[in-house]
């Protein structure tokens, strides 16, 4: 690999910088993440919140009849797609929504466009959804809207890997790769999971949702992070449940001591290999 024209420590520095100049999200995340976290909230408390924002709105629908969830009637309505989804993932739809509103982003060097970006995050949210359908409560409502943030620091990563000398090596190894992250790590000293936690700490989100987010870089992941590494395991930007990637996942679980149902598992990849 040929050096970068650019220090991996003057990349992390630039991230600092960009991430310290952005400004307060829209009002209605605050208020949407206030509602999901109070358990006597109902749906209808969500819709009003919702519902004070047309475009977050139409961004819901849009990615909640995306598909990729395979739900074969129209989702018309946002107190519908709550219903279907749940709060928490909703919530993971409201704040991917306002982030690629507030980050300029040219994903260019990775070799894929804002849909194909969309079509990931969804994947890694189906992928839990599906996996963890019978899991405890509490932690669907922290993995499903982290599934569909927990890439959000390619948006900003992917300025920084524009500016590399070898970005066209960048970009193919994306492509090679079964761990974006890895790539992320070699070429720019930083990975876009460590960004968004950059991120979202600097938008003062839940430290639920930051900790999940944070612990896949860990070593020993926290129980919320091991299900967000078991997606990233069977999921990547151009690649998703090849065998190579099921064996890689299989072994994460057994070292985790992950607790899923393997035929669960094992059906929903053999499905998914079936449909491509």
């Keep these: 690999m040929q050096e970068s024209n650019i220090n991996k420590k003057e990349i992390y520095n ?8 952005f400004p307060a999200l829209s009002t209605v995340v605050g208020e949407v993440c206030s509602v999901c976290q109070n358990q006597n909230s109902t749906i209808p408390d969500l ?4 519902e004070k924002d047309p475009g977050i709105m139409i961004d819901i629908l849009r990615i909640a009849n995306s598909p990729i969830y395979g ?12 219903s279907l989804f749940g709060m928490g993932t909703i919530k993971g739809f409201v704040i991917s929504s306002v982030v690629r509103k507030n980050v300029k982003f040219n994903l260019e060097p990775y070799g894929i466009t ?20 019978s899991a405890d409560s509490k932690l669907k409502e922290v993995i499903f809207p982290a599934s569909f943030l927990m890439a959000s620091g390619i948006l900003m990563l992917a300025n920084e890997a524009a500016k590399l000398e070898n ?3 960048f970009m193919n190894s994306i492509k090679e790769s079964n761990s974006f992250i890895e790539i992320e790590d070699q070429y720019l000293g930083v990975n876009s999971i460590s960004v968004t936690a950059i991120l979202f700490e600097h938008w003062n989100f839940e430290s639920a949702l930051i900790n999940a987010i944070k612990g ?14 078991l997606a990233l395991k069977c999921i990547s930007l151009h690649k998703k449940y090849t065998k190579e990637q099921e064996m890689d996942a299989k072994a994460y679980i057994e070292q985790s001591g992950l607790k899923i149902d393997l035929a669960v598992f094992d059906n929903f990849i053999n499905k998914q290999n079936n449909l491509a």
Excluded: M, W
């Design 14 to 21: 630039s991230i600092i910088k960009n991430v310290s100049s």
């Design 47 to 50: 819709v009003k919140v919702i």
């Design 71 to 82: 739900f074969t009637r129209e989702i018309s309505s946002i107190h519908q797609a709550i």
């Design 114 to 133: 804002i849909n194909s970006y969309l079509d990931t995050c969804r994947e890694f949210n189906r992928f839990l959804i599906e996996i963890f359908k």
């Design 167 to 169: 970005n066209t090596e």
């Design 216 to 229: 896949i870089n860990q070593e020993e992941q926290n129980g919320f992070s091991a299900p967000l590494k």
